[in-house]
């Protein structure tokens, strides 16, 4: 059964079946001495771009690559908009063919590349799914990290807000409030979630690198909700 996912696993990766064995002669002639090459057979290998690649000769699988695109892992375009069902349909697929229980009687290598595969899908899907973490990672892409230990880019009312909140988290007996701080947060990570988009829509890589950072202060406000419904 496996047998059969991985074949199409590959053909659906490669466009084609493995090529033949005169093919595979002249492409190892034609292929550069410094390209990947597969480590099980040694045939070269062309770029994938961050794909899960099986050798189209021996069908092993390759490592993955040490900084993969994970919008294209994921088969999601470039954007801060995905479309989260094809997000979810990827995922479900390249866990089902990647997973390690399928290669429990390959080599240790490939046994290996399997769970190296299988935690990459997941942090992938993980970072995509997040509206946070996925205009993160889209700043990253375009070279704009936020300022570690540093509030310069933000307002002082916001930050006055944003500490008022704390205070009231700290306050014991305070369920309702909590209840009213809980529906704030989440009418205002909707807020910041569209007007990020705008932002990249427009090209605005400044703004929305501002509204995230809003944005990660809400994130930690939602977990310490959580934190202080789950303690009482």
């Known amino acids: 059964m496996w047998v059969v996912r991985r074949g199409q696993l590959c053909r659906a990766l490669w466009g084609s079946q493995a090529p033949a064995a005169s093919s595979r002669h002249r492409s190892a002639e034609a292929g550069s001495l410094s390209g990947p090459r597969c480590w099980s057979c040694g045939i070269p290998l062309s ?3 961050g794909l899960p690649r099986f050798c189209p000769a021996c069908q092993a699988l390759q490592p993955p690559e040490s900084q993969p695109d994970l919008f294209r892992l994921m088969g999601c ?13 990827q995922f479900r697929s390249l866990q089902r063919s990647l997973h390690p229980d399928y290669f429990s009687q390959k080599p240790q290598k490939e046994r290996d590349f399997s769970e190296q595969h299988s ?9 995509l799914l997040s509206p946070l973490r996925r205009g993160l990672y ?6 704009v990290e936020l300022a570690k ?3 310069s880019d933000i307002d002082v009312e916001f930050l006055k807000e944003i500490m008022e909140i704390n205070e009231t988290l700290a306050e014991p007996n305070n369920e309702a409030k909590i209840e ?8 205002k990570r909707e807020e910041l979630t569209k007007d990020v988009s705008k932002a ?14 809003k944005m990660k202060y809400f994130e930690n406000l939602e977990d310490k909700v959580k934190s202080k419904k789950n303690s009482s």
């Open 47 to 49: 770029d994938r771009g």
């Open 77 to 89: 375009d470039h954007s801060f908009n995905i479309n989260v069902q094809q997000l979810q349909q």
């Open 119 to 127: 935690s990459l899908v997941n942090r992938a899907y993980q970072t």
């Open 138 to 143: 889209l700043l990253e892409l375009n070279g």
């Open 149 to 151: 230990g540093t509030d």
């Open 180 to 187: 009213e701080i809980e529906s704030f947060i989440a009418v």
């Open 200 to 213: 990249f829509e427009r090209d605005d890589l400044q703004e929305a690198k501002k509204l995230l950072a």
